[in-house]
């Protein structure tokens, strides 16, 4: 009998995680263009279509979310799109060994606002120090908000980061408004690299 059920929850969570990315993503695979917190899929069907030689994965932990994604790159018919239904930190760890990743995006990520809750926010140093363990040299990081007190803490972040040179001013190669981005007013981006 297992002591804690959420423990082994996730401990199955991860199992079956595991089993689906190397279903997904068999032998030698191409660098991964990934984007966490995907939503919809809007940027990326669009990325993917742009870029047909490109292995692209988009995860959300919302399970509606991913199912409109998926009917979007299915009636697109685009065999190097793939969507996932996880948390970004679990995704990271059931990644199969050797996956490295091409480019990372954050879209509007939830910004939790009060301060008592930024122990929530996606991007923190530890989770910035996972995302490089899979990414080489150069490997860039692109992230955009419209709440500018959240977009100010990832700067300071990323500039005292150990593993990202950040470059905010680096043109982004590929632009298309995401469900949020057109919802707001204002938006502010930063680019990073992989050291
Ligand atoms: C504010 S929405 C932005 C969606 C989309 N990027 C856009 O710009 O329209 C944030 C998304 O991140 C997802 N999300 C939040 N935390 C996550 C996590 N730790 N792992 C995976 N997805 C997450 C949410 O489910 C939600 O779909």
């Known amino acids: 009998m297992t002591a804690n059920p959420h423990q082994a929850e996730l ?4 199992r079956a995680l595991r089993a689906e990315l190397q279903g997904r993503l068999p032998g030698e ?12 899929g809007h940027f990326l069907a669009a990325y993917a279509a742009a870029h047909r030689g490109e292995l ?3 995860v959300d932990q919302e399970l509606d979310r991913i199912r409109r994604a998926v009917r979007k790159q299915e009636r697109a ?4 799109l793939h969507f996932v239904r996880s948390e970004a930190g679990l995704f990271l760890e ?3 060994p050797g996956v490295v990743f091409k480019a990372v995006y954050v879209l509007f990520p939830d910004p939790w606002p009060k301060r008592r809750h930024h122990k929530h926010r996606l991007l923190q140093r530890g989770f910035m120090h996972a ?6 040299e150069g490997t860039p990081f692109y992230f955009r908000t419209d709440h500018e007190p959240y977009f100010r803490d990832v700067e300071t972040m990323l ?4 593993d990202w040179r950040l470059e905010p001013w680096t043109e982004w190669p590929f632009e298309l408004a995401t469900v949020f981005q057109v919802r707001a ?3 502010y981006s930063l680019v990073a690299f992989r050291r």
């Open 56 to 58: 692209c994965v988009g």
């Open 29 to 40: 695979t191409l660098p991964m263009v990934w984007e966490i917190g995907c939503g919809h």
């Open 185 to 187: 007013e204002k938006h």
């Open 159 to 162: 500039q005292q980061h150990p």
């Open 11 to 14: 401990a199955e969570r991860r």
């Open 94 to 96: 059931a990644l199969p």
């Open 77 to 80: 018919r685009l065999t190097n």
């Open 131 to 136: 995302v490089a363990d899979r990414a080489g």
